[in-house]
């Protein structure tokens, strides 16, 4: 498919977004019951890109390159797994039950994968490689709610990882049918990045961002089995980074470790007085550095040592700007201790007289 076609769709698909958006923060007080379901947060991005999905595999049959074709059930089963994800996860309370019902709509949709599939190189069997797909992608959706803490985080993570997949398909390293799916993600999850960004007129409960893990995780699903799954790890590095360290200390048990939301990178910032367009900044900086990983994981003789590399990366990078904020934190004290003895050098405190 032309490259300008592919383009023209992305913008168009961007524009319809943000008009939509835009109609859920006008419209968040009307009482309409049929508004209601038009103003869900991630309506635009599951009906447009649902649509859009269809249309690109549609065309993928005779005009874009695929390594393995997938059947028509893939996108189709995919689309309602989102719809019906959308609608059971508002209904239910129960963290243990939503994550059932993602486990079970993740193994519906790796089992209805092509049985030529082999991304492990046959290390699993097949059907032990396609449950251990949907429990990795199931387990990606279900912790996506970590990077919610924070205004523009979430959606900002997102929109690296398609925008790590677009340079990918540039690169030459996945099929055209999944470079168009990247560009479909990169413009609806960049109309949505400009309503969740700080100051934030569009919030996101738990279960969108649930929805939105899952949604992010079938690209991730896609490119591993062309061959680019250590490339998805790299550009997912730094969620993978936030919610392993949160779990560990939620395994402290301890009562301010209870919600793994502050237990991330990004909510200590916050809690040092870092803005969130700062922590932000930072975010975005980091994904870069993973992008760039992730090209050069495309010439690299395996698959785990630049994966490795990024670990690294991450830590030294997190660790320093740790470390930065801790010494301008006690700077700032110090100023403002020397500021207090310079005003009341002056002004001695009043002694009491002894009765």
């Known amino acids: 498919m032309d490259t300008f076609i592919m383009i023209a769709v992305s913008v168009s698909i961007f524009f319809l977004s943000y008009s939509w958006f835009l109609f859920i923060v006008r419209n968040a007080s009307s009482e309409h019951h049929f508004l209601e379901i038009l103003r869900q947060p991630l309506a635009p991005v599951l009906c447009l890109g649902s649509i859009c999905f269809l249309l690109a595999h549609i065309v993928s049959k005779g ?26 996860l508002k209904k239910t309370a129960s963290n243990k039950k939503q994550y059932l019902i993602i486990l079970a709509f993740t193994l519906i949709n790796t089992l209805c994968l092509p049985s030529e599939i082999n991304i492990t190189d046959n290390i699993l069997p097949p059907l032990a490689e396609k449950c251990a797909l949907a429990l990795l992608w199931s387990l990606f959706a279900f912790l996506y709610f970590t990077l919610n803490g924070v205004e523009g985080v979430l959606s900002l993570q997102t929109l690296s990882i398609a925008l790590g997949v677009m340079v990918l398909f ?118 870069l550095v993973m992008i760039i990983l992730a090209c050069f994981q495309v010439y690299a003789p395996n698959n785990y040592t630049l994966i490795i590399f990024s670990v690294f990366m991450i830590f030294w990078m997190i660790g320093k700007v740790m470390s930065t904020q801790e010494t301008n934190n006690h700077l700032l004290l110090t100023g403002s201790l020397i500021s207090f003895l310079k005003k009341n050098k002056n002004n001695p405190p009043i002694q009491e007289k002894k009765e």
Do not use: H
């Open 63 to 88: 005009q874009l390159d695929a390594i393995v074709y997938l059947p028509l059930r893939c996108p189709v089963i995919f689309i309602l797994s989102s719809f019906a994800l959308l609608i059971l």
């Open 170 to 287: 540039a690169l030459g390293m996945i099929s055209g049918l999944d470079g168009f799916y990247s560009c479909i993600d990169i413009a609806l999850f960049l109309g949505l990045m400009l309503f969740t960004s700080f100051p934030a007129t569009l919030k996101l409960s738990v279960p969108d961002c649930r929805i939105i893990g899952f949604f992010i995780g079938w690209l991730g699903i896609l490119i591993s089995i062309e061959g680019a799954g250590s490339c998805f790890i790299i550009l997912s590095m730094y969620y993978i980074y936030e919610t392993a360290f949160a779990l560990l200390k939620r395994l402290s048990f301890q009562d301010q470790f209870k919600r793994l939301v502050n237990n991330t990178f990004y909510a200590r910032l916050a809690d040092t007085g870092v803005s969130p367009k700062n922590i932000c900044r930072f975010v975005s900086r980091l994904n």
